[in-house]
Nanobody, 122 residues
């Protein structure tokens, strides 16, 4: 069973930064692609960033390219999302997710954390 626990959300002013962390209780963590999703009120959940099992392939939705960076530390069973130059439209609940497939196809992520709230004030 895959368990994912996110942390690092909070309230930040526009232009600020936050770093989200996700720790996974997966025995074979390095076999999974990992991703960060977000869901804003009234909107569908979207894949924001994904990273392959060895970190060689990354994916970003266009709206965060150049501002967000996904990374992972397989020795710590952890994945991170560094978010810089935050905008009010980045406000959402952010979820960590795991996939046994690649990091770019949102429907292939089958395991989810409980989410962490990110609020960006203008």
């Amino acid at each position: 069973q895959v368990q994912l626990v996110e942390s690092g959300g909070g309230l930040v002013q526009a232009g600020g930064s936050l770093r989200l962390s996700c720790v996974a209780s997966i025995r074979t963590f390095s076999s999974y692609a990992m991703g960060w999703f977000r869901q804003a009120p009234g909107k569908e959940r979207e894949l924001v960033a994904g990273i392959s099992w060895m970190g060689r392939i990354t994916y970003y939705v266009d709206s965060v390219k150049g501002r967000f960076t996904i990374s992972r530390d397989n020795a710590k069973n952890a994945v991170y999302l560094q978010m810089d130059s935050l905008k009010p439209e980045d406000t959402a609940v952010y979820y960590c997710a795991a996939s046994l497939s690649g990091p770019k196809i949102s429907k292939e992520f089958a395991s989810w954390g409980q989410g962490t709230q990110v609020t960006v004030s203008s």
